[in-house]
């Protein structure tokens, strides 16, 4: 027992400094937060969500951002061409680990409209940007890329969504897409 608490004082050691040497959330909650799941004193499909484009979201071992959202992004029409009655729409994101290797999943990420819609990314459909890699993610790093969504014309973009199922785990983290 007493060995698995020093374990987790030190793995949540790792974390904090993690944190500061990547430049991630800088609010001591989040850091809580994060000690919290990787001692397992957090459910893994508690549903974390930010308030504001730009601000970090941390669960379950990982972090992600929004950064920027681009509507209407400009399409690579030589392989895409959107529906009538549709736009695609860009958004810049961000997913980090913070706990152990995690394999960055794009295609777990769902924009969520005002309507409370939910749209998958498409692959390959922008021109000004290229899509986000999928990757193994180490501890301590993070990945930057773009996904491209398809919105009905007159609905807006609110939240991405991040819900990939590792290993029998489901994950939940949602940025907020407004200002």
């Known amino acids: 027992m007493k060995n698995r608490v020093w374990t987790a004082v030190l793995v949540g050691m790792v974390l904090v400094l993690s944190l500061a040497a990547c430049g991630?959330?800088?609010?001591?909650?989040?850091?809580?937060?994060?000690?919290?799941?990787?001692?397992?004193?957090?459910?893994?499909?508690?549903?974390?969500?930010s308030t504001h484009?730009?601000?970090w979201m941390e669960g379950s071992g990982?972090?992600?951002?929004?950064?920027?959202?681009e509507d209407p992004a400009n399409p690579k029409t030589s392989s895409y061409e959107p529906k009538p009655g549709t736009r695609l729409v860009a958004?810049?994101?961000?997913?980090?680990?913070?706990?152990?290797?995690?394999?960055?999943t794009p295609h777990a990420a769902q924009l969520i409209d005002d309507r409370g819609v939910r749209h998958d990314?498409?692959?390959?459909?922008?021109?000004?940007?290229?899509?986000?890699?999928?990757?193994?993610?180490?501890?301590?790093?993070?990945v930057r890329g773009w996904l491209a969504f398809e919105v009905p014309d007159g609905a807006s973009p609110?939240?991405?969504?991040?819900?990939p199922s590792v290993w029998g785990r489901d994950?939940?983290?949602?940025?907020?897409?407004?200002?």
Do not use: C
């Not at 990982?62 to 959202?69: E, G, H, K, N, Q």
């Not at 609110?158 to 819900?163: D, G």
């Not at 994950?171 to 200002?179: A, G, R």
């Open 171 to 179: 994950i939940e983290l949602k940025v907020s897409l407004l200002e």
């Open 121 to 142: 990314a498409i692959f390959g459909a922008m021109a000004d940007h290229r899509d986000i890699e999928n990757r193994p993610i180490n501890m301590g790093e993070r």
């Open 91 to 104: 958004v810049e994101w961000e997913l980090g680990s913070l706990s152990s290797t995690h394999h960055g």
């Open 158 to 163: 609110v939240a991405l969504e991040y819900k």
């Open 62 to 69: 990982l972090a992600m951002v929004a950064r920027a959202v």
């Open 24 to 49: 991630g959330a800088n609010s001591i909650d989040a850091t809580v937060a994060a000690v919290a799941a990787v001692s397992g004193e957090q459910t893994e499909a508690q549903e974390q969500e």
């Open 53 to 55: 484009l730009g601000e």
